[in-house]
């Protein structure tokens, strides 16, 4: 496929290898290689499937290249008689122009299309830009200045260049055991999607330029953390808007004191991931009994104090090279996983505040719907909207503290989150704790959060993801433990799902209303729209016109996995659609279940699902 298309990693555009032309986002590229290059079947769906879905600039709409910028290597050169002679078409001036108009945000499609003046705010953005350079583009950027170097600079460099070679170790270390890694596992790895593998296994690129370009995507966001860990946590937050876990501050600490040591072997281990003093021990006890190791394995085959030819490094490098393996795999898995945590944390310190709560909106769909078991005296279990919620919360809170601030505190507690993420839907397994000055916690219990990611356009800030459903445990009192979590199947969870399925797969809609908790309903998105919630009336009128007017349609479960705690479970179902045997769309369900009478009650269902 690189032979035929290629992403430039600088422009963020694409360019046909065929005709040495850029190629325009969107439909645009199946357009050109079908009707220009005449290319079909799994080829052409890997382009589409693959570059259809990345953020892209259009060739149109930008200076390519730039301003005294030199020639694209991969583009034809036309109207000028070298590729030496400076671009004279300025490109400047729109730029300028843009700004006057409408800030820094008009600098480019792609700055606008990434909408970094509503992420960042006033924060400076070139100074986000200029720290997200690496030594490469800053040498180019810089290369007709002459200007000699300071120590401070120089020593930078030096350890940035020591992190771009530890982080090329890791690259050949790991692909050094791909050909260990069975083909299946390696086209499941490949795909772009959860539902199905791809045709082709995932593997290195055939051409070296290619696997420079990715390795450089590595090293930039490295070097970014390794200066937003020398200015400090808060002002990296305050100047660049980067927020870290715990997780990966720590082992940011690990790297920047093994570049510091000028690789002279560390005795300090940050107690997280990178191993510094645990390296011995985990040879004798690994955590899983399993002796596979499984977090980060060593080639320890090779040469004392040498590096061989199958990516295999020294004891010098280890710590090093192993903290730097351990963030960027840490970084990959927790990004997403972040989000939805910030959003569910920030939901519950939302009620610390002083009432009225009118900006809920920033954490829950104002129509999503909450489920919570009060005692009798209070009116038993209740289904409401966030937007009814916050308004009775507010109420009832506003009244108690009327004579006084009552300290009212509200915050995650054990178990600690289990988060689930795919695509455009979510879903967070958590404890939580109520408490108030004088009285101290007074309640605490588990609850499931269904999140959607929204629609970057509607929002003010920089986190799509809003829940979209809550359903919490029956709530206990301080001397009450929270039950354990079970996991697995828990089949008897997971029937009633199951025969909701039935019945709609046999239009039995009588048989529904059984298996829903009365007054509940869903939430449910297609294809990356907004979400809609219906209440159970609605979605089972909803399934019987689509039962009418579309074919018929079969529901195949895959791997589901399930929690239980005391009257409250969940299954989170990645599922595909079929028609007489041809996927047509695939999707995740998150259905929860209250134990009621006995009897285990689907108390909210949400969807996301996406046609193929």
Same mark, same amino acid.
């Given at each position: 496929?690189?032979?035929?298309?290629?992403?430039?990693?600088?422009?963020?555009?694409?360019?046909?290898?065929?005709?040495?032309?850029?190629?325009?986002?969107?439909?645009?590229?199946?357009?050109?290689?079908?009707?220009?290059?005449?290319?079909?079947?799994?080829?052409?769906?890997?382009?589409?499937?693959?570059?259809?879905?990345?953020?892209?600039?259009?060739?149109?709409?930008?200076?390519?290249?730039?301003?005294?910028?030199?020639?694209?290597?991969?583009?034809?050169?036309?109207?000028?008689?070298?590729?030496?002679?400076?671009?004279?078409?300025?490109?400047?001036?729109?730029?300028?122009?843009?700004?006057?108009?409408?800030?820094?945000?008009?600098?480019?499609?792609?700055?606008?299309?990434?909408?970094?003046?509503?992420?960042?705010?006033?924060?400076?953005?070139?100074?986000?830009?200029?720290?997200?350079?690496?030594?490469?583009?800053?040498?180019?950027?810089?290369?007709?200045?002459?200007?000699?170097?300071?120590?401070?600079?120089?020593?930078?460099?030096?350890?940035?260049?020591?992190?771009?070679?530890?982080?090329?170790?890791?690259?050949?270390?790991?692909?050094?055991?791909?050909?260990?890694?069975?083909?299946?596992?390696?086209?499941?790895?490949?795909?772009?999607?959860?539902?199905?593998?791809?045709?082709?296994?995932?593997?290195?690129?055939?051409?070296?330029?290619?696997?420079?370009?990715?390795?450089?995507?590595?090293?930039?966001?490295?070097?970014?953390?390794?200066?937003?860990?020398?200015?400090?946590?808060?002002?990296? /937050? +305050?100047?660049?808007?980067? #927020?870290?876990?715990?997780?990966?501050? &720590? @082992?940011?600490?690990?790297? *920047? !004191?093994?570049?510091?040591?000028?690789?002279?072997?560390?005795?300090?281990?940050?107690?997280?991931?990178?191993?510094?003093?645990?390296?011995?021990?985990?040879?004798?006890?690994?955590?899983?009994?399993?002796?596979?190791?499984?977090?980060?394995?060593?080639?320890?085959?090779?040469?004392?104090?040498?590096?061989?030819?199958?990516?295999?490094?020294?004891? /010098? +490098?280890?710590?090093?090279? #192993?903290?730097?393996?351990?963030?960027? &795999? @840490?970084?990959?898995?927790? *990004? !997403?996983?972040?989000?939805?945590?910030?959003?569910?944390?920030?939901?519950?310190?939302?009620?610390?505040?002083?009432?009225?709560?009118?900006?809920?909106?920033?954490?829950?769909?104002?129509?999503?719907?909450?489920?919570?078991?009060?005692?009798?005296?209070?009116?038993?279990?209740?289904?409401?909207?966030?937007?009814?919620?916050?308004?009775?919360?507010?109420?009832?809170?506003?009244?108690?503290?009327?004579?006084?601030?009552?300290?009212?505190?509200?915050?995650?507690?054990?178990?600690?989150?289990?988060?689930?993420?795919?695509?455009?839907?979510?879903?967070?397994?958590?404890?939580?704790?109520?408490?108030?000055?004088?009285?101290?916690?007074?309640?605490?219990?588990?609850?499931?959060?269904?999140?959607?990611?929204?629609?970057?356009?509607?929002?003010?800030?920089?986190?799509?993801?809003?829940?979209?459903?809550?359903?919490?445990?029956?709530?206990?009192?301080?001397?009450?433990?929270?039950?354990?979590?079970?996991?697995?199947?828990?089949?008897?969870?997971?029937?009633?799902?199951?025969?909701?399925?039935?019945?709609?797969?046999?239009?039995?809609?009588?048989?529904?209303?059984?298996?829903?908790?009365?007054?509940?309903?869903?939430?449910?998105?297609?294809?990356?729209?907004?979400?809609?919630?219906?209440?159970?009336?609605?979605?089972?009128?909803?399934?019987?016109?689509?039962?009418?007017?579309?074919?018929?349609?079969?529901?195949?479960?895959?791997?589901?996995?399930?929690?239980?705690?005391?009257?409250?479970?969940?299954?989170?179902?990645?599922?595909?659609?079929?028609?007489?045997?041809?996927?047509?769309?695939?999707?995740?369900?998150?259905?929860?279940?209250?134990?009621?009478?006995?009897?285990?009650?689907?108390?909210?269902?949400?969807?996301?699902?996406?046609?193929?």
């Amino acid at each position: 496929m690189e032979d035929i298309i290629q992403l430039n990693q600088h422009y963020q555009i694409l360019i046909c290898r065929l005709c040495q032309a850029a190629v325009r986002p969107g439909s645009s590229i199946e357009s050109h290689f079908r009707r220009q290059h005449q290319l079909k079947g799994q080829v052409l769906k890997d382009i589409i499937d693959y570059y259809g879905a990345l953020e892209l600039a259009d060739p149109k709409c930008i200076a390519v290249p730039e301003d005294n910028g030199s020639a694209i290597e991969e583009l034809a050169v036309s109207g000028h008689s070298t590729t030496e002679e400076p671009w004279t078409k300025s490109a400047i001036d729109k730029v300028i122009a843009g700004d006057l108009e409408e800030d820094i945000d008009r600098d480019s499609p792609w700055v606008k299309r990434l909408g970094w003046v509503r992420r960042f705010g006033s924060r400076d953005l070139i100074s986000i830009h200029d720290a997200a350079q690496w030594l490469r583009a800053r040498a180019a950027i810089g290369r007709g200045v002459i200007k000699q170097e300071d120590e401070e600079a120089a020593r930078e460099r030096l350890l940035l260049s020591r992190l771009g070679e530890s982080f090329d170790r890791e690259v050949e270390r790991c692909c050094w055991r791909l050909d260990a890694v069975p083909t299946e596992t390696l086209q499941w790895l490949a795909s772009i999607t959860s539902m199905t593998p791809s045709g082709v296994p995932f593997g290195r690129k055939g051409k070296e330029e290619s696997m420079t370009q990715y390795r450089s995507v590595g090293q930039r966001y490295l070097s970014f953390c390794w200066k937003a860990y020398r200015i400090g946590r808060e002002e990296a /937050l +305050q100047r660049w808007a980067v #927020r870290f876990t715990d997780e990966q501050w &720590s @082992l940011l600490h690990d790297i *920047a !004191e093994e570049l510091e040591r000028d690789r002279v072997p560390s005795s300090h281990d940050s107690g997280f991931f990178s191993g510094r003093e645990r390296q011995a021990k985990d040879q004798d006890e690994d955590e899983d009994g399993d002796g596979d190791g499984d977090d980060y394995q060593d080639d320890n085959d090779s040469d004392e104090g040498e590096q061989g030819d199958e990516g295999m490094t020294s004891p /010098l +490098q280890d710590a090093l090279d #192993r903290a730097v393996f351990q963030m960027s &795999s @840490l970084s990959q898995l927790n *990004a !997403e996983h972040a989000q939805v945590s910030d959003i569910v944390r920030g939901f519950h310190e939302y009620f610390s505040s002083p009432p009225p709560f009118k900006e809920g909106e920033r954490f829950a769909l104002p129509h999503g719907l909450i489920t919570v078991p009060f005692p009798p005296e209070m009116g038993g279990l209740k289904t409401e909207s966030f937007d009814d919620m916050y308004e009775r919360v507010s109420g009832l809170l506003a009244k108690q503290q009327e004579s006084g601030p009552t300290g009212f505190k509200h915050q995650l507690a054990e178990p600690r989150a289990d988060v689930w993420v795919s695509q455009n839907i979510a879903a967070v397994f958590v404890g939580w704790s109520a408490s108030m000055d004088g009285r101290g916690e007074f309640i605490h219990t588990v609850h499931l959060c269904t999140l959607h990611r929204q629609s970057d356009d509607i929002l003010s800030d920089g986190n799509p993801w809003r829940i979209s459903a809550l359903v919490d445990v029956k709530h206990l009192s301080p001397e009450q433990p929270v039950p354990s979590v079970e996991t697995g199947p828990v089949s008897e969870i997971i029937a009633p799902f199951q025969d909701f399925l039935k019945s709609i797969k046999a239009q039995d809609w009588e048989a529904i209303p059984a298996l829903l908790l009365p007054g509940a309903g869903a939430t449910m998105s297609k294809d990356g729209h907004a979400p809609e919630t219906f209440m159970w009336p609605e979605l089972i009128e909803r399934l019987k016109q689509q039962a009418q007017n579309e074919p018929t349609i079969e529901k195949r479960l895959l791997d589901c996995e399930a929690r239980r705690c005391s009257d409250l479970g969940f299954v989170w179902a990645p599922f595909v659609l079929q028609v007489d045997g041809i996927e047509i769309a695939h999707g995740v369900n998150v259905c929860s279940f209250r134990l009621e009478g006995g009897r285990w009650l689907i108390s909210s269902l949400c969807e996301t699902r996406y046609t193929k």
